[in-house]
C-alpha cells in the first residue's frame, strides 16, 4: 500500500487533528458539495467543511445512525467506542457512498494498531487504499532526516459497484 508523507502540525490535546490535516483530508478526499460524516474531536473538520463548501453531519456523542444521507467520507480518531470496530466499520460501510471512504486517524507509535484497524475494516468489507503519516517537518529532499511523525491516518474504501472490499 502507499505510504504518503503530510508535513502538517500535530494536533492540539484533546483533539483530533490540526486545522492543516483537516484541510488536506477535505480537499483530497472529497469534492464540491459532497457530504461528509464528522466523528472527530475538535473544531478543525468543521471549519475545513464549511470553507470548502462541503456539507458535513456532525455527531458530537460519536452516535451510531449518522444521519440518513449515504456520505463520500467519513472521518474519525481511534479508538472508536460506540459498537467497537466490527460495528463501526459496519456501520460506516453501510453510510459510504461506493467509491467513499473512512480516514480513521491514530496517534503514531502502536505498530500493531493500524493492522488492527485495516483487518475490522476489511472484514466489514471495506477495501485498504492508503496510510498517510503526518509529521510536524516535511523530509528534506537529499538529507536522510528523521519524521517527527504524530498522526497515522488509514483511508479505507467501500468498493464500487462490483468490488468484494478484499483489496
Same mark, same amino acid.
Given at each position: 500500500?502507499?505510504?504518503?508523507?503530510?508535513?502538517?502540525?500535530?494536533?492540539?490535546? @484533546?483533539?483530533?487533528?490540526?486545522?492543516?490535516?483537516?484541510?488536506?483530508?477535505?480537499?483530497?478526499?472529497?469534492?464540491?458539495?459532497?457530504?461528509?460524516?464528522?466523528l472527530t474531536?475538535?473544531p478543525?473538520?468543521?471549519r475545513?467543511?464549511?470553507?470548502?463548501?462541503?456539507?458535513?453531519?456532525?455527531?458530537?456523542?460519536?452516535?451510531?445512525?449518522?444521519?440518513?444521507?449515504?456520505?463520500?467520507?467519513?472521518?474519525t480518531?481511534?479508538?472508536?467506542d460506540?459498537?467497537?470496530?466490527?460495528?463501526?466499520?459496519?456501520?460506516?460501510?453501510?453510510?459510504?457512498?461506493?467509491?467513499?471512504?473512512?480516514?480513521?486517524?491514530?496517534?503514531?507509535?502502536?505498530?500493531?494498531?493500524?493492522?488492527?484497524?485495516?483487518?475490522?475494516?476489511?472484514?466489514?468489507g471495506?477495501s485498504?487504499?492508503?496510510?498517510?503519516?503526518?509529521?510536524?517537518?516535511?523530509?528534506?529532499?537529499?538529507?536522510?532526516?528523521?519524521?517527527?511523525?504524530?498522526?497515522?491516518?488509514?483511508?479505507?474504501?467501500?468498493?464500487?459497484?462490483?468490488?468484494? @472490499?478484499?483489496?
Amino acid at each position: 500500500m502507499p505510504i504518503t508523507v503530510w508535513p502538517v502540525p500535530a494536533p492540539q490535546q @484533546g483533539e483530533t487533528m490540526s486545522h492543516a490535516m483537516a484541510v488536506r483530508l477535505v480537499h483530497n478526499l472529497t469534492h464540491q458539495s459532497n457530504l461528509i460524516i464528522d466523528l472527530t474531536a475538535g473544531p478543525q473538520l468543521a471549519r475545513a467543511i464549511i470553507a470548502a463548501r462541503r456539507r458535513s453531519h456532525l455527531q458530537t456523542a460519536r452516535s451510531t445512525g449518522w444521519g440518513r444521507e449515504a456520505a463520500t467520507l467519513i472521518v474519525t480518531g481511534w479508538p472508536f467506542d460506540a459498537g467497537g470496530p466490527a460495528g463501526f466499520f459496519a456501520c460506516g460501510r453501510a453510510k459510504l457512498l461506493p467509491g467513499g471512504c473512512v480516514a480513521v486517524l491514530l496517534a503514531h507509535g502502536d505498530p500493531v494498531l493500524p493492522v488492527d484497524v485495516v483487518v475490522a475494516a476489511k472484514r466489514a468489507g471495506l477495501s485498504y487504499l492508503q496510510h498517510i503519516v503526518a509529521a510536524d517537518q516535511p523530509p528534506t529532499h537529499g538529507y536522510r532526516a528523521q519524521l517527527d511523525i504524530h498522526t497515522d491516518v488509514l483511508v479505507l474504501a467501500r468498493p464500487t459497484a462490483g468490488g468484494d @472490499g478484499g483489496a
